[in-house]
């Protein structure tokens, strides 16, 4: 089995071409996220036939991305891509599926979420609610949520203070399309022991049950964001004599973009971008389609994509971004990650 080895100040990742998980991030020893394989249908993952797994490692060591392809050679036959970037305490990851031989996708099954290693605590938010819910180790398997809405933010933290996270961003609206086409969706969090685990189907089209329904003939996409930090999510303090400027509104909008990117653009040395509060938005236009009207997405995959973009821009300096209330993600280590400036990271490819 080929594999990738990413690996940065605080973690070490493995990207797999085949087998159980699809990728692994360790934070720290005994301590792990791991990202599954997907099924459709009757048909998983688990099945398919290799047949890329590429990486691309930036110039300045800031980044590395890894591509892969796969096909599972039964029923009308799937493709799966996967594109997954790779940054100082962030992976984002984006899902291709498609059915080939003019089939069509019933039941997706996404790539389960796994948290593995003594945990102390669990906080996680559900589309629709303002607050997180939270939960702690028991001797006994714990059904979390069980749901038709989406997990748009799932946090583990281990014995040690180190914190893990997944969450959802710019394609929310897709996680949610299959109720818009008269389908139905499920999402599942349990804990148990040392392990805790986030199902997702996205897309249930039951077409026994509801004949009348039209399964799509399209391919998915589905994206997803990991963040990590090693002991805690302390910030880390901007670098003194840093400026700093503030910018409101959804990070995704053409003219917020515009503001902020002239802006970093405009000097040297280390600038920091302050008063952020990344969250939930409607407007379509910000996905570059006004004429779906509305579209929910959130804005932090945005930021995390800039906080790069900016490091590579600003001469002589960083570029940092600090997340403030009411933000959900304010105190989370994706914000503590995103207010640090990115390190370097080395990747080797890995047999066995």
């Given at each position: 089995?080929?594999?990738?080895?990413?690996?940065?100040?605080?973690?070490?990742?493995r990207v797999?071409?085949?087998?159980?998980?699809?990728l692994?991030?360790?934070?720290?020893?005994?301590?792990?996220?791991?990202?599954?394989?997907?099924?459709?249908?009757?048909?998983?993952?688990?099945?398919?036939?290799?047949k890329?797994?590429?990486?691309?490692?930036?110039?300045?060591?800031?980044?590395?991305?890894?591509?892969?392809?796969?096909?599972?050679?039964?029923?009308?036959?799937?493709?799966?891509?996967?594109?997954?970037?790779?940054?100082?305490?962030?992976?984002?990851?984006?899902?291709?599926?498609?059915?080939?031989?003019?089939?069509?996708?019933?039941?997706?099954?996404?790539?389960?979420?796994?948290?593995?290693?003594?945990?102390?605590?669990?906080?996680?938010?559900?589309?629709?609610?303002t607050?997180?819910?939270?939960?702690?180790?028991?001797?006994?398997?714990?059904?979390l949520?069980?749901?038709?809405?989406?997990?748009?933010?799932?946090?583990?933290?281990?014995?040690?203070?180190?914190?893990?996270?997944?969450?959802?961003?710019s394609?929310?609206?897709?996680?949610?399309?299959?109720?818009?086409?008269?389908?139905?969706a499920?999402?599942?969090?349990?804990?148990?022991?040392?392990?805790?685990?986030?199902?997702?189907?996205?897309?249930?089209?039951?077409?026994?049950?509801?004949?009348?329904?039209?399964?799509?003939?399209?391919?998915?996409?589905?994206?997803?964001?990991?963040?990590?930090?090693?002991?805690?999510?302390?910030?880390?303090?901007?670098?003194?004599?840093?400026?700093?400027?503030?910018?409101?509104?959804?990070?995704?909008?053409?003219?917020?973009?515009?503001?902020?990117?002239?802006?970093?653009?405009?000097?040297?040395?280390?600038?920091?971008?302050?008063?952020?509060?990344?969250?939930?938005?409607?407007?379509?236009?910000?996905?570059?389609?006004?004429?779906?009207?509305?579209?929910?997405?959130?804005?932090l995959?945005?930021?995390?994509?800039?906080?790069?973009?900016?490091?590579?821009?600003?001469?002589?300096?960083?570029?940092t971004?600090?997340?403030?209330?009411?933000?959900?993600?304010?105190?989370?280590?994706?914000?503590?990650n995103?207010?640090?400036?990115?390190?370097?990271?080395t990747?080797?490819?890995?047999?066995?």
């Amino acid at each position: 089995m080929q594999q990738i080895r990413i690996a940065g100040a605080d973690f070490d990742a493995r990207v797999f071409s085949r087998g159980k998980f699809a990728l692994t991030i360790e934070p720290v020893p005994g301590f792990t996220l791991s990202l599954g394989r997907i099924a459709c249908g009757d048909f998983g993952e688990m099945s398919a036939l290799p047949k890329k797994l590429r990486r691309h490692d930036s110039g300045d060591g800031l980044s590395v991305s890894v591509d892969t392809a796969s096909q599972i050679p039964f029923g009308c036959e799937y493709e799966v891509k996967r594109s997954i970037d790779f940054s100082d305490g962030f992976a984002r990851v984006t899902t291709d599926i498609a059915a080939l031989n003019h089939g069509r996708i019933a039941v997706l099954e996404q790539e389960p979420v796994l948290f593995t290693g003594p945990w102390r605590r669990l906080e996680y938010l559900i589309r629709g609610e303002t607050a997180l819910r939270s939960a702690g180790p028991a001797p006994d398997r714990q059904l979390l949520y069980s749901g038709p809405e989406p997990v748009v933010l799932l946090r583990c933290h281990a014995d040690d203070g180190t914190a893990a996270e997944f969450l959802l961003g710019s394609d929310l609206w897709r996680h949610c399309a299959a109720r818009r086409l008269g389908g139905d969706a499920r999402f599942e969090l349990v804990a148990e022991a040392d392990t805790v685990s986030l199902e997702r189907v996205p897309l249930i089209f039951d077409t026994a049950l509801r004949p009348e329904i039209e399964v799509p003939k399209r391919p998915w996409r589905f994206s997803q964001t990991f963040a990590w930090r090693r002991g805690g999510a302390a910030v880390t303090p901007a670098p003194a004599g840093a400026e700093s400027f503030t910018a409101a509104g959804c990070m995704l909008a053409a003219a917020v973009r515009r503001q902020i990117r002239s802006r970093i653009r405009s000097g040297e040395g280390d600038l920091r971008l302050t008063g952020v509060t990344p969250g939930s938005c409607t407007d379509a236009a910000h996905l570059e389609r006004p004429g779906q009207g509305e579209l929910e997405h959130c804005d932090l995959d945005e930021l995390v994509a800039l906080r790069l973009w900016g490091c590579r821009q600003r001469r002589g300096g960083s570029f940092t971004i600090e997340i403030a209330d009411p933000s959900p993600f304010a105190g989370s280590a994706a914000a503590a990650n995103l207010a640090s400036p990115p390190r370097p990271l080395t990747a080797q490819e890995v047999q066995g």
